[in-house]
């Protein structure tokens, strides 16, 4: 089992920066991806970003390019960060971190490990 504990989530203005933190324990694996979900009130969980572990392969959704940043922190293993820049207030949602064997994808189907979630609300 991976658990996955996500942080940084708040209340903001439309145009603020917020930072996501995601940390994972429990089992090793040699080859693996971490991402970030998010799920507005009533619709459906939709992909925002994904890493692999190296850092070196990135994924993000369309709407995402150019705002959101995923990154990892290689002095921490299996930690993964999502900067958030020039929020608006459909980006308001509760953002949660997913963990799976293998390479990145935007398949939800594909992540086998859920944190929580985390809720980021934005004002406008």
């Known amino acids: 089992q991976v658990q996955l504990v996500e942080s940084g989530g708040g209340l903001v203005q439309a145009g603020d920066s917020l930072r996501l933190s995601c940390a994972a324990s429990?089992?090793?694996?040699?080859?693996?991806?971490m991402g970030w979900f998010r799920q507005a009130p009533g619709k459906e969980r939709e992909f925002v970003a994904a890493?692999?572990?190296?850092?070196?392969?990135?994924?993000y959704a369309n709407s995402m390019k150019g705002r959101f940043t995923i990154s990892r922190d290689n002095t921490k293993t299996r930690s993964v960060y999502l900067q958030m820049n020039s929020l608006k207030a459909e980006d308001t949602a509760v953002y949660y971190c997913?963990?799976?064997?293998?390479?990145?994808?935007?398949?939800?189907?594909?992540?086998?490990?859920w944190g929580q979630g985390t809720q980021v609300t934005v004002s406008s």
């Open positions: 890493i692999n572990w190296s850092g070196q392969t990135t994924y």
């Open positions: 997913a963990f799976r064997n293998g390479g990145p994808t935007q398949s939800m189907g594909s992540w086998t490990y």
């Open positions: 429990g089992r090793t694996f040699s080859n693996y991806a």
